[in-house]
């Protein structure tokens, strides 16, 4: 079965060292999408990419890059993670075209100490 | 104006009950309002979508109202059960983008 994994599920890290989310899915979906998900706050999306090659900032990108070289991947990258930066991140794809309906990943509970 | 506003943050309902969830938006842009339902620990998993050609959409217990002249749109989950309990998400979309609302957090108290 199609499927849209996230790894690690739990990490913990240290102040000022890179810190890289992995986001793996197999439906050939067009459209990838990273969110921080903080109480009070919902989800907000931080970066998102309609394809091969193409990425854009979302509302949150300060601190972090994504890069996409494939249709299935969509890592994320903390460059110098800062405490402000822990938190639960959602990796989310969706087939660009028909439907907005976005199908999520298990989520990484991310700890910056 | 970006902003999907969610209203209540909580809410406790008796099993059986009716729960009702409110979302306000101002972008007359947005033409897909899905709700998420996300259980602890898991990731937001879509319940219900409708698009504004029309003002309701029923799937078995869940059902959207939407106002457009009002630009609000409101979930009701009919005879709430325990299992109902979860953070339920209302967004709006302008364009294979999804606009958040803050969540609720319904207790279905048995």
């Known amino acids: 079965d199609a499927e849209i994994t996230q790894s690690p599920r739990h990490k913990i890290t240290e102040t000022g060292r890179q810190v890289t989310l992995a986001c793996h899915q197999t439906w050939n979906h067009n459209n990838m999408f990273w969110y921080r998900q903080d109480l009070g706050h919902g989800l907000r999306l931080i970066h998102y990419?309609?394809?091969?090659?193409?990425?854009n900032k979302g509302e949150v990108s300060d601190g972090y890059s994504v890069s996409r070289s494939n249709t299935e991947d969509l890592p994320l990258t903390l460059e110098s993670a800062a405490s402000s930066q822990t938190s639960v991140y959602f990796c989310?794809?969706?087939?660009?075209?028909?439907?907005?309906?976005?199908?999520f990943g298990p989520g990484t509970r991310l700890t910056v100490l | 104006q970006q902003q999907v506003k969610q209203s209540p943050q909580s809410l406790i309902v008796q099993k059986g009950g009716i729960s009702i969830i409110n979302c306000a938006y101002e972008?007359?842009?947005?033409?897909?309002f899905p709700w998420y339902q996300q259980f602890p620990g898991k990731g937001p998993a879509l319940l219900i979508a409708i698009r504004p050609d029309v003002s309701e959409k029923k799937e078995g217990r869940f059902t959207i109202s939407f106002n457009k002249s009002a630009k609000q749109f409101s979930l009701h989950i009919m005879d709430s059960q325990p299992g109902d309990s979860a953070t339920y998400f209302c967004?709006?979309?302008?364009?294979?983008?999804?606009?958040w609302g803050a969540g609720t957090k319904l207790i279905i108290k048995p």
């Open positions: 989310a794809s969706a087939p660009g075209t028909g439907t907005d309906t976005q199908y």
């Open positions: 972008n007359t842009a947005f033409d897909y």
């Open positions: 967004a709006a979309s302008p364009n294979y983008q999804l606009i």
């Open positions: 990419s309609y394809g091969v090659q193409d990425t």
